[in-house]
């Protein structure tokens, strides 16, 4: 449905390109693929709100999951930048290597070893970082990513909030710009059948 919406992007977008404001034939060109957009934005909302409904989540699970995984493996990267003065392409490689090792013996995030981490930035670098256990398990915490990602579109729960309260608000605007713009032609088309009759009784 995705790969439908980009077709009918394309067919409306082709179709007025460079077309005159004055001539109002070339949008006939346009109201096919435009409906037939609409008519797929509705599937998918309906689809979407469908799934969400019956999705079952078991926090849990999912905490115990995301806890030991290294998916927050970007975060330790970054704090070496920070901290050691490396770019990110080294950090990367050196997380990198990290993650992969753990993984091969096992290890879940939950009780990273410093040693490992050390071993790899050896690799790289031709030192050691000496980050305590306690410190990498923590860079390495789902929470702790999540709160260390505060910036504007980032996944903190006070910007996630915001930008909740941002949407809600432009829906609101564009609902009320719609329904007046809905009320404008319906007003307009009353207005041309009243002239059309006019027109038709005095011929």
């Keep these: 449905l995705s790969g439908q919406m980009v077709g009918h992007l394309t067919a409306v977008a082709v179709a007025g390109l460079r077309e005159p404001h004055g001539d ?40 115990k999951v995301i806890r030991e995984s290294y998916i927050a493996s970007t975060e330790l990267a970054n704090q070496m930048v920070r901290d050691y003065d490396i770019d990110y392409r080294t950090a ?24 490992l981490l050390d071993s790899a930035a050896e690799e790289v670098l031709g030192k050691k970082l000496k980050i305590k256990d306690e410190r990498l398990r923590e860079l390495l915490a789902p929470g702790n990513f999540i709160k260390a990602t505060n910036s504007q579109g980032g996944v903190a729960p006070e910007e996630v909030r915001r930008m909740i309260t941002d949407r809600k608000q432009e829906l609101k605007q564009v609902k009320s710009f719609l329904l007046q ?19 038709t009784l005095k011929q």
Excluded: C, W, Y
Aim: aromatic share 4%.
């Design 24 to 63: 109002g034939h070339g949008m006939l060109h346009m109201e096919d693929p435009t409906i037939e957009a609409l008519n797929v934005s509705e599937n998918i909302f309906n689809l979407m709100t469908s799934e969400i409904k019956s999705v079952i989540v078991n926090k849990d699970r999912m905490l």
């Design 92 to 115: 990367h490689e050196i997380a990198n290597k990290f993650v992969l090792t753990s993984r091969e013996l096992n290890i879940p995030a939950t009780e990273a070893r410093s040693e």
């Design 181 to 199: 713009r809905i009320n404008e032609l319906k007003q307009a088309q009353n207005l041309m059948f009243s002239d059309l009759k006019s027109f």
